[in-house]
């Protein structure tokens, strides 16, 4: 598997994820500062010039909720996501496609501090109720969002909160504090972040 990957981006959920399943991959690193995902080389694989991106099997995908739902149905001895037909398959996708839906345009939306009307067209209804939502999923996570089964989308709503929390685009909520602690005690999100701290430095020189 080839993992067109760089450091700082949406790409470190794609790794995280990478290194809960387990299976071989090689990076493609691409040079943001250096414009590196504009390169036709780079749009051949995703048009949009956006990164992760990932090649399997014949296979390319983009877009990093669904990047990650593709890895655990492909590799479904990690136990990562709940077969079709499990009753929790549905909370499952519900999470999994939760934070790029609703989320991240949420705080996209509050960090520029604007307010689109009218408010019933956007998809995510609004900062406040998106937070209000969260919360009270993931404080009732016990440990994690589906219980005491850890799954893909606890590496996605674990990673936008992870992410939004250390630029202040999320409160640091205790639920969300708590929960992204235990969510760092897992083997595979110390080896991304050892992996990705190295490749910033490759970066930056």
């Not at 760089?6 to 250096?34: C, F, H, Q």
């Not at 990562?80 to 929790?88: H, M, N, R, T, V």
């Not at 790029?100 to 900062?127: D, V």
Request: hydrophobic fraction near 45%; charged fraction near 20%.
């Amino acid at each position: 598997m080839k993992f067109y990957y760089s450091p700082g981006s949406r790409s470190s959920t794609v790794l995280w994820m990478l290194e809960e399943v387990g299976a071989p991959y090689d990076i493609e690193l691409i040079n943001l500062k250096a414009g590196a995902q504009r390169s036709p080389e780079y749009l051949a694989i995703n048009p949009m010039g956006k990164v992760p991106a990932i090649a399997h099997n014949g296979a390319v995908v983009t877009e990093t909720a669904a990047i990650c739902c593709y890895l655990a149905d492909a590799f479904p001895h990690a136990g990562l996501a709940p077969a079709i037909g499990d009753p929790l398959r549905g909370p499952y996708l519900k999470w999994l496609f939760y934070a790029p839906s609703c989320i991240e345009p949420a705080m996209i939306e509050n960090a520029a501090n604007i307010e689109l009307t009218p408010r019933g067209m956007t998809g995510w209804g609004s900062y406040d109720r998106v937070m209000a939502t969260l919360r009270g999923a993931v404080g009732k996570a016990s440990p994690y969002l589906l219980g005491e089964r850890f799954t893909t989308a606890d590496v996605v709503i674990g990673a936008t909160l992870r992410f939004g929390m250390s630029f202040k685009t999320i409160p640091e909520l205790p639920e969300f504090v708590a929960y992204a602690e235990r969510l760092e005690e897992r083997p595979a999100l110390q080896r991304q972040i050892a992996i990705e701290a190295d490749y910033a430095r490759q970066i930056t020189g």
